[in-house]
T-cell receptor, first 115, second 117 residues
Framework: AQKITQTQPGMFVQEKEAVTLDCTYD???????LFWYKQPSSGEMIFLIY??????QNATEGRYSLNFQKARKSANLVISASQLGDSAMYFC????????????FGSGTKLNVKP | NAGVTQTPKFQVLKTGQSMTLQCAQD?????MSWYRQDPGMGLRLIHY???????DQGEVPNGYNVSRSTTEDFPLRLLSAAPSQTSVYFC????????????????FGQGTRLTVV
C-alpha cells in the first residue's frame, strides 16, 4: 500500500497568491515525522518543513506552513505569497520512527508560479 | 561543510557492466539511505543503513548491493547493470530520531544521473 499520496501531479498559482499542496499518508505507527522537500529544476533536494506526530501546533517556516490534520492523516503544505522561484517539484515524505526510521516519499507535485 | 557528497554526477554504462556509486557524509549521521527517482514515481528506497555494519533492503533492492563499513561511507553497487536501472540516484543521511539537539530531516546529495544502454 502507498504510504504517501500526492494527488496533484501539477498545479499553477499566480505570483503573490497562496497555494496548498495536498499530502495524505498511511501509517499504523504512533510516532512519525512528516516532511516537505522542494526539488528545483537543478535537481537538488531542499528540506522545507517538518512536523512531528506529537506536535500539537502546525509547523511554520517563513512562507511555508504545514496544515497537519492527524485524524485525517493529512499534511498539506501551504505556501503563502508565491514567488517565481517557488516553481519546482514538491515532495511530501514520512519517517516512521519505529520502522527503522525509513523515509517514504510521495510522487510529487509540480508547481508552476505564473507572473 | 561538505554535507553529503555523491560521485559521480553522471554515468553511462553498458548493459551487464558493474559499477559503484559513492556516497560520503561528514555530519556523523547514523542513518544513510539510497533512493532512485523515476518520472512520476517520486523517490523509492533501495537500501538503507542505521549504522556501521547494519544494512537492510528498502522497496526496490533487486540488482543493488550495499555495505557500511564506516559511519561516513555508504556505497551502492550495481552488479550487472540493466536498462531498467536508468534513473537518478540520491544518497541521503540523517540523525537518528531522539538524538538530543538534532533535527531528523534527511540531507541529500546532489544526485547521480545514470544511463544504462
Amino acid at each position: 500500500a502507498q504510504k504517501i499520496t500526492q494527488t496533484q501531479p501539477g498545479m499553477f498559482v499566480q505570483e503573490k497568491e497562496a497555494v496548498t499542496l495536498d499530502c495524505t499518508y498511511d501509517t499504523s505507527d504512533q510516532s512519525y515525522g512528516l516532511f516537505w522537500y522542494k526539488q528545483p529544476s537543478s535537481g537538488e533536494m531542499i528540506f522545507l518543513i517538518y512536523q512531528g506526530s506529537y506536535d500539537e501546533q502546525n509547523a511554520t517556516e517563513g512562507r511555508y506552513s504545514l496544515n497537519f490534520q492527524k485524524a485525517r492523516k493529512s499534511a498539506n503544505l501551504v505556501i503563502s505569497a508565491s514567488q517565481l522561484g517557488d516553481s519546482a517539484m514538491y515532495f511530501c515524505a514520512m519517517r516512521e520512527v519505529y520502522n527503522f526510521n525509513k523515509f517514504y516519499f510521495g510522487s510529487g507535485t509540480k508547481l508552476n508560479v505564473k507572473p | 561543510n561538505a554535507g553529503v557528497t555523491q560521485t559521480p554526477k553522471f554515468q553511462v554504462l553498458k548493459t551487464g557492466q558493474s559499477m559503484t556509486l559513492q556516497c560520503a557524509q561528514d555530519m556523523n549521521h547514523e542513518y544513510m539511505s539510497w533512493y532512485r527517482q523515476d518520472p512520476g514515481m517520486g523517490l523509492r528506497l533501495i537500501h538503507y543503513s542505521v549504522g556501521a555494519g547494519i544494512t537492510d533492503q528498502g522497496e526496490v533492492p533487486n540488482g543493488y548491493n550495499v555495505s557500511r563499513s564506516t559511519t561516513e561511507d555508504f556505497p551502492l553497487r550495481l552488479l550487472s547493470a540493466a536498462p531498467s536501472q536508468t534513473s537518478v540516484y540520491f544518497c541521503a543521511s540523517s540523525y537518528r530520531p531522539g538524538q538530543p539537539g538534532t533535527n531528523t530531516e534527511a540531507f541529500f546529495g546532489q544526485g547521480t544521473r545514470l544511463t544504462v544502454v
